[in-house]
């Protein structure tokens, strides 16, 4: 029985005629890369090569998008803790400079000096790039996910 199966496959195989190999390959970034592979008929016209072209290109397409999604989702995280360490730079510096006030035995109010205030002036002006940054690199993740639906 299997036998027959077997001849009957190949006879149909060979009635289709001979076909050509595409080979689709699309590089997503940090040296990975898709591939894919069609066969297809050599009696196929132009419009269904096309078609085969854009069903393939977006498949490629998506999963490229799914591992730029990936990426995205790291850096996200990554600017997130970078903002939490900054936070806490600028706090312990602030701390510190407040107790060298003291340990200097100043009177009255604490003031920073200017080279301390330039100091605290760039956490803050780094606090605001990375907020700046981590709110458009949300945005951007909802729309990528939106795309990969």
């Known amino acids: 029985m299997l036998d027959k199966i077997s001849q009957q496959q190949d006879a149909e195989t060979v009635e289709k005629g001979l076909g050509v190999g595409i080979r689709f390959a699309v590089s997503v970034g940090n040296g990975r890369q898709i591939e894919m592979t069609a066969g297809v008929p050599l009696d196929w016209e132009k419009d269904e090569f096309n078609n085969l072209f854009d069903k393939l290109g977006g498949v490629m ?8 999604l990936h990426d995205m989702r ?9 903002l939490r360490a900054n936070m806490q730079q600028l706090a312990n ?3 510190t400079c407040a107790a060298d006030w003291q340990g200097r035995g100043r009177h009255g109010e604490f003031r920073m000096s200017e080279s301390q205030r ?3 002036d760039n956490y803050k002006s780094t606090d605001q790039h990375l907020r700046t940054q981590i709110e458009k690199m949300r945005k951007d993740i909802k729309d990528v996910e939106e795309k990969c639906r």
Do not use: F, H, N
């Open 118 to 120: 330039k100091q605290a």
């Open 93 to 95: 510096y602030e701390a």
């Open 61 to 68: 397409d998506r999963q490229a998008m799914r591992y730029q």
């Open 74 to 82: 790291l850096a996200l995280e990554q600017g997130e803790s970078q």
